[in-house]
């Protein structure tokens, strides 16, 4: 047993400089996943883009070599300063890479706005890279030191003459650190450069990726203003009102960069950037603009008289659909934590409030039309949004009223309570849902049959979707609640099961539910809880063994496999219905033997295009997509 005094001073630990960053580098960079890696890259462009943005520099080159770990940025800045510190008494180019809170960011006048402000993002880069080399160009020399793991091998060398200025930094993550990681992803780091050059307009940035022989030119001199044109074409959303509302000035020594179009998506976007940083998490500045826009509006519709009858519209009506882009420079932001995912600084609150509401409500009353599209807009919202609550409260009464969960009466539920055990099955037709009943687990696996094909949520609005009886079904089984009322700790299967026929309608029933999910039950999917069972469409047998085959590819597969002199017995099931229960277990239903799909979300933008082509109201990109994949079609494959 430990002695009561056996704490001492003697077993203090303390970590100083890079130590403490190799030590812990969640603390600085996040994590060391892959997020971690991409952040080392993210501190060296931002670096380059404060000279961009102070009006130092007018190019930034990011360079992915061949090796897919080593990155370089360069930018035609000033270049870091190499003479020797006046207390440090070493070079100041050494101090600002191997020393934490040292940089030119500190208020002084180096700097008007910058995104590097801790003083900590160049040396964690050093300190977390197997080997880093710094090149400087100034005074007519180039200036060079080598780095490994955050020591230097000697002091600033001058290598010559040079023309121009700028800094030159070229560094490979350690793998001791980043073992777990995958390699530096060229598209992520492509899809941050091209929002670089948006929010620097003027700015070019180059990026040459070499592991996959191409070299990307990005320059915007629209900025923001053509940034939002892009986000809101590749989100497929349609604008409702025509001009877009822009701000770019200066709010009470801010320089603030907005830009506002209001769409028909069912909820707001707003992106936000603080010197060039992303503000994921957002934060005070945030705040403001969305006081200031639900203010603005309301104000149009007192002055107007346009308050709808029987309708009590919230901020949330008056913002729905909105879709921004709110850039901001400032000389002391506040942001929470290394990776600057938030911004604090109280005082922004008010000053974008009070000086954004004013001009939107001005452009307001200048475009009456326009304004009077968006309270439609808002009404619109406030209507669905009641539907859906009297919903929940009339769900929530009828079950407490009942004494039990209000549950559909096709459901077959399962007799265990805890979610983590429990999976949900959803089924297509009466048949297969008998079939699915019989076969089941009774302990652990429910089944809710469906009759046809549900509603295509991507061309409906919340009310309908409410109003269908098979998504209602649907909803009130899973318990979790819909859209703003979505709450993943009431889901009471954590494996939800689409088990549809091995056939084109059943791939389009998938398809209907999986929009549904994705678009009123997002979290669902993001957290893993959405599954495709993968149910054969054919039986092959040959003498004693079975084969099952999911698809066409894979019957021909396995019959491929097979001895020349085999022959085989084929059986193609017309649907799950048909399928004696045992087979429907042991096949599809059994843990120990089926194979499920799991539905997960990597690329949001992607996803929400592919949905908004295949289910949304325009036939055109339907019709593209057939065009170009009819080629690839297997004439036995399709049912017709």
């Known amino acids: ?97 191997t020393t934490l809170h040292a940089g030119g960011k500190f208020g002084n006048e180096s700097y008007e706005t910058a995104g590097g ?15 880093l080399e710094a090149r400087v160009r100034r005074d007519g020399k180039e200036w060079v030191q080598e780095y490994r793991r955050g020591r230097p091998k000697g002091p600033v060398q001058a290598e010559g003459p040079a023309r121009g200025t700028g800094t030159k930094i070229t560094f490979t993550p350690d793998r001791d650190i980043f073992e777990d990681a995958a390699q530096l992803d060229p598209e992520r780091i492509l899809a941050r450069l091209e929002v670089k050059a948006f929010l620097h307009a003027g700015v070019k940035i180059t990026f040459k990726d070499q592991a996959n022989d191409a070299t990307h030119t990005l320059e915007h001199e629209g900025g923001i203003k053509d940034y939002l044109g892009v986000l809101i074409s590749r989100n497929e959303a349609q604008r409702i009102v025509e001009p877009s509302f822009t701000v770019d000035r ?32 957002g934060g005070t500045h945030e705040q403001g603009f969305r006081d200031a826009l639900a203010k603005a509006v309301r104000s149009f519709i007192d002055t107007h008289g346009l308050q709808p009858r029987g309708v009590q519209l919230v901020a949330e009506d008056l913002r729905e659909g909105v879709f921004a882009i709110l850039s901001i420079r400032m000389r002391e932001p506040q942001f929470q934590g ?10 922004l609150k008010g000053a974008i ?13 200048e475009n009456r039309s326009v304004g009077e599209q968006i309270v439609a807009r808002a009404t619109q919202a406030a209507r669905a949004r009641i539907a859906s609550r009297q919903a929940e409260v009339h769900v929530r009464r009828k079950s407490a009223t009942s004494g039990r969960l209000n549950l559909p009466g096709k459901l077959a539920d399962c007799s265990a309570t805890d979610p983590d055990e ?30 046809g094909k549900v509603l295509n949520t991507e061309q409906a609005g919340l009310k309908k979707v409410l109003e269908n009886e098979e998504l209602s079904n649907v909803v009130l089984a899973l318990g979790c ?33 999986l929009t549904f999910f994705y678009r009123y039950m997002t979290e669902l999917v993001e957290r893993g809880h959405v599954f495709l069972a993968l149910p054969p469409l054919y039986r092959i047998v040959v003498g004693k063994q079975t084969w099952w085959a999911v698809d066409e590819a894979d019957r021909k597969h396995i019959l491929a496999e097979l001895p020349h002199r085999s022959k085989p017995e084929i059986t193609r099931f017309k649907g799950l219905g048909e399928m004696p229960a045992q087979t429907l277990f042991e096949t599809t239903m059994d843990p120990a033997n089926r194979r499920l799909l799991q539905v997960t979300l990597e690329d949001p933008v992607i996803t929400h295009n592919t949905i908004v082509d295949l289910m949304g109201k325009d036939p055109a990109p339907r019709y593209r997509f057939i065009v170009d994949t009819a080629d690839k079609v297997e004439a036995e494959a399709l049912d017709v």
């Open 117 to 131: 402000l801790h003083g900590v993002g160049a040396s964690a880069v050093n300190a977390l890279s197997s080997k």
């Open 250 to 281: 200066d709010i009470e020594g801010v320089k603030l960069d907005l830009a506002v179009a209001w769409t028909d998506a069912p909820r707001e976007k707003v992106l936000s950037y603080v010197n060039g940083i992303s503000t994921e998490d």
């Open 481 to 513: 609640g819909i859209g703003d009322d979505f709450r993943l700790d009431r889901l009471r299967y954590h494996r939800v099961i689409l088990m549809m026929d091995a056939d084109s309608d059943g791939h389009h029933i998938a398809t209907l539910l």
């Open 353 to 365: 409030d009070g000086g954004v509401r004013p001009l939107l409500e001005q452009w307001l009353h």
């Open 338 to 347: 290394q990776t600057k995912g938030r911004l604090n600084n109280p005082e």
């Open 422 to 451: 429990c999976e949900l099955f959803i089924v297509e037709g009466q048949s297969a849902g008998g079939s699915a009943k019989s076969a089941r687990d009774r302990r652990t696996q429910a089944v809710l049959p469906l009759r």
């Open 1 to 97: 047993m430990a002695r009561a005094n056996s704490y001492t001073a003697a077993d203090i630990t303390v970590l100083e400089g890079i130590d403490a960053v190799r030590k812990r580098p969640g603390m600085y960079i996040g994590g060391t996943g892959a997020d971690g890696l991409h952040h080392l890259v993210w501190e060296i462009v931002d670096n380059a883009c404060d000279e961009a943005q102070n009006g130092h520099a007018s190019t930034v080159i990011v360079t992915l070599h061949k090796d897919g770990e080593t990155v370089t940025v360069e930018d035609n800045g000033r270049g870091i300063p190499v003479d020797k510190h006046p207390t440090q008494k070493r070079s100041a180019l050494e101090v600002i890479l």
